[in-house]
């Protein structure tokens, strides 16, 4: 069974940074899974902010977060990581990590398996 488990949230002033973790099991990152770090802010839709493949280490992002954001392996603890960075009140959201053995991308519908989320809070 896939779980995800998803860390490293907090309340943090404006231009901090905070690095998010996502625990996977139940697949080994030999198997290629694509792993995506979504946000929902309140009120807002879920969006894709970054992805990586397991096996290729391939990394895509959303563009308007570029250069802050950082997506990365570690394959001996089967975890992701998303380093953010020069954080803005913008950046207020539930980070979610999500796993798929098919899709690639920040569309949310196409990840089949859900991490709890974390949550980040900035404050000017």
């Known amino acids: 069974e896939v779980q995800l488990v998803d860390s490293g949230g907090g309340l943090v002033s404006a231009g901090a940074s905070l690095r998010l973790s996502c625990a996977a099991s139940?697949?080994?990152?030999?198997?290629?899974?694509?792993i995506g770090w979504f946000r929902q802010a309140p009120g807002k839709e879920r969006e894709g902010v970054a992805c990586?493949?397991?096996?290729?280490?391939?990394?895509y992002y959303k563009k308007s977060i570029q250069g802050r954001f950082s997506i990365s392996l570690d394959n001996a603890k089967n975890t992701v990581y998303l380093q953010v960075n020069s954080l803005k009140p913008e950046d207020t959201a539930v980070y979610f990590c999500?796993?798929?053995?098919?899709?690639?991308?920040?569309?949310?519908?196409?990840?089949?398996?859900w991490g709890q989320g974390t949550r980040v809070t900035v404050y000017s």
């Open positions: 999500a796993a798929d053995p098919i899709s690639y991308g920040l569309e949310a519908a196409g990840y089949r398996y």
């Open positions: 139940g697949f080994a990152f030999d198997d290629d899974y694509a």
């Open positions: 990586i493949g397991t096996k290729d280490g391939i990394a």
